[in-house]
């Protein structure tokens, strides 16, 4: 006779026969695919406050590498702080570079982008001539520029190969009877075969710039030359603990050159950032998909609480930040209008809007035109004689309605011309846009061209005017030397040139 404790065994055994793998397993909608957990954990990593760290942490090396080659150094003892002509300035490669300079030792910006040193992409940019890093070279013995890259690269291009071919063709252009001008430098790292290539590509390069036909810079006594710096590299100084580094042992690098030293602030990253410790290579790239508005300016002011702040409160943090910023830079003051060429000025809408609204008998010789983010008719685009108000729209839809809008704007503006002065005094036009430096710089080049000859002086409306592609470079040429942080976007040009060449009153 079985026992009682035996008699539940079948219904034990039934229910266990019951159990199927979808119990145990996920369902379809509840399991995440490998890419999926990848991209969760990668997000846990690419935090604002290991970017913000991971900043920190190479602007730390890039201040050890000034202080080693000759540049300005933090230590408050340091006796040479403050003189400039024995500091090679600190230059930040815009727009990452800037994140790893402190405002305090920063000498400047330079422009040089990746995408003209891309592999069989090699390209003299005439848009971005940097013609302000030749005098602070000469002025200086040398510059030391600063971009970083993302994880995997030893350099960014714009070091590794842009600069060496600005380099390169500068030389030629400037110094031409100097034998040491005919060299290209590139880092080791690069392939003989690269070398070759971009070789043959000088002559074009330098017949692009002389073509411009600008007035370039003439007081440059030596050749440029390129050399790199990374994390990897072994600083002078460092063997005996620092001690010097940015003393006589390195303040003269070349007897024959003046030097480029292209300093990448990143660590190189080969694996994940996820086997790094929250470090991130190139932490200050892509800063609209993570920045929240945070600017190099506004976290180098406010640096140590930053990194004391949690991830949760960061971005409240940073809103609250820029406001401060922005309603300090409201009290002080906008930034100075910008001379572009004879009678030309451009400026951030904020700095205009002033003077803009200012139109009465009593106000200098200005004429105004402020180019808005948001559309408007074009009816309401004049708001007086010498005030033009004309809403284009924002990024792209912005640039193409610029083109539609420039025949108006030109007209607009040869009206004042004409009445000031007889067309040949000190009538002044402001061009603003909320950046001041793409659709203001896009339409004074269009004003530049359509209303100014080659001397600055009005053009005879009876004469007719052919406008070339020629034209058009040489003046963004000159625009870009006078005001070099000036970015007018593709789009922008690509409506200033259908405007003049192909627009039909």
């Given at each position: 006779?079985?026992?009682q ?9 039934a ?5 199927h ?6 369902s379809n ?7 999926e ?6 997000r ?27 540049g ?11 003189d400039?002509?024995s ?16 405002p305090?030792?920063k ?14 992409a ?6 971005r001539?940097n013609?302000?890093i ?15 890259t ?9 070091l ?6 600005w380099?390169a063709?500068?030389n030629?252009v ?11 430098f ?25 073509a411009?036909r600008?007035?370039?810079?003439l ?11 990374t ?10 603990d ?15 050159y003046?030097?480029?030293i ?5 660590r ?14 190139g ?24 990194l ?6 960061m ?14 830079h ?6 100075a ?37 948001s ?13 033009m ?13 610029l ?15 004409n ?6 005094g ?24 359509f ?44 409506s200033?040139?259908s ?5 039909r009153?």
């Open positions: 006779m079985a026992s404790d035996s008699a539940p065994a079948p219904a034990t055994a229910t266990t026969a019951g159990i793998h979808s119990d145990i397993l996920f909608d509840q399991q995440m695919s490998m890419s957990l990848m991209s969760g954990l990668k846990t990593t690419l935090t604002i406050h290991n970017r913000l760290s991971s900043i920190k942490a190479d602007a730390d090396f890039v201040a050890r590498a000034a202080s080693a080659f000759g300005p150094r933090r230590d408050k003892s340091d006796t040479t702080k403050g400039n002509t500091t090679r300035p600190l230059i930040a490669n815009e727009r990452c570079g800037s994140w790893y300079v402190p305090e030792t000498g400047g910006s330079a422009y040089f982008k990746s995408t003209d040193g891309h592999e069989r090699w390209k003299f940019s005439t848009r001539l013609l302000h030749v005098e602070l070279a000469e002025n200086h013995d040398g510059v030391i520029i600063v971009d970083s993302r994880r995997g690269k030893r350099m960014p291009d714009a590794s190969t842009t600069i060496p071919v380099c063709v500068l030629r400037l110094l031409p009877d100097n034998p040491l001008s005919q060299e290209l590139l880092p080791p790292s690069l392939p003989a075969t690269t070398h070759a290539q971009i070789t043959t590509l000088l002559p074009a390069f330098v017949e692009s710039l002389v411009l600008l007035q370039l810079p007081g440059l006594s030596k050749p440029l030359r390129p050399l790199w710096i994390q990897d590299s072994v600083l002078p100084g460092d063997a005996d620092g001690g010097g580094g940015g003393g006589s042992s390195s303040n003269s690098i070349f007897e024959d003046r030097p480029v292209c300093c990448t602030a990143s190189r990253v080969v694996g994940s950032e996820m086997e790094e410790g929250g470090y991130i290579q932490a200050g790239d892509d800063t609209e998909n993570w920045a929240h508005g945070l600017t190099p300016p506004v976290f180098w002011s406010n640096v140590d609480a930053l004391a702040a949690g991830e949760v409160e971005p409240e943090l940073i809103k609250q930040l820029v406001e401060e910023e922005q309603a300090r409201a009290l002080q003051g906008s930034e209008h910008t001379r572009l060429a004879s009678h030309i000025y451009v400026c951030p809408t904020s700095a205009a809007t002033a003077a803009g609204e200012d139109n009465g008998d009593s106000a200098p010789r200005e004429c105004h035109v402020q180019l808005l983010p559309a408007s008719p074009r009816e309401s685009w004049a708001k007086g004689p010498r005030f108000q004309v809403g284009l729209g924002n990024s792209k839809a912005g640039s193409r309605n083109r539609l809008a420039l025949p108006d704007i030109c007209r607009f503006v040869r009206t004042f011309m009445a000031s002065a007889d067309g040949a000190d009538g002044k036009i402001i061009v603003s846009c909320d950046s001041g430096k793409d659709f203001s710089v896009g339409t004074a080049l269009a004003l530049s061209c209303l100014f000859d080659d001397a600055g002086a009005l053009r005879d409306e009876s004469v007719p005017v052919n406008f070339t592609k020629t034209l058009v470079k040489s003046r963004l040429g000159g625009f870009m030397t006078a005001f070099p942080a000036a970015n007018p976007s593709r789009a922008t040009l690509q200033v040139n405007f003049l060449m192909d627009w009153n």
